[in-house]
């Protein structure tokens, strides 16, 4: 049992899929006594995105701050705060905050990955 | 994939463990695409409380609003906004919001279960 801050987990630059401008934290991951599943932080700032991408893990997410398009084969979706969106196992999705002027902020739980 | 704001789920009474004046949604569970884990929202109104309880299942935890006692074999928890809360299997746990002003709300991830 533990309470943490989240600014206290280590914060690095995420650069999959071509990110740009996005930062993460992993709040809860297999160090810190995840058993199944991870839960991290992302910081999305203005001007940044995380484009299209898809892999098999899925996501729950929900938005702590701000607004973004969310990337998908669904036109005209946007995500903001207090929005909770899934995104299924293989379902292409990214998060387009290029047009914004505040940082969005989630958190996003992923089943773990070996490299964690 | 969606995108739904949490008020959009249904709200139901908390009863399990004498919980007093505690509400609970189902933001991502099985009949909503959750695989292994599902997403809660609990507020714990002003005066409301989870008592001290077990179970097997662990407890990612992410706190959105206000601040409570968190019940556990550690004397003098408090979680409040921001904070990351992991709760192991098999751990005592609880929320105490009974000298609280506000709502202690929270996004709590657990592993899926039978009767969700």
Known sequence: MYVV??????ETPVEFANSKNVMMRWLIGRRTGAK???????????????????HSEEHEIFVLEGEAKVLSDVEGLVAKKDDVVFVPSEMPHGYDNTEGTKSFRFICVIPLLDQE
Chains 1, 2 share one sequence.
């Open 5 to 10: 801050n989240f600014k206290e987990r280590e």
């Open 36 to 54: 199944t599943y991870a839960m991290r932080h992302f910081d999305i700032k203005p001007g940044g995105i995380i484009p299209l991408h898809t």
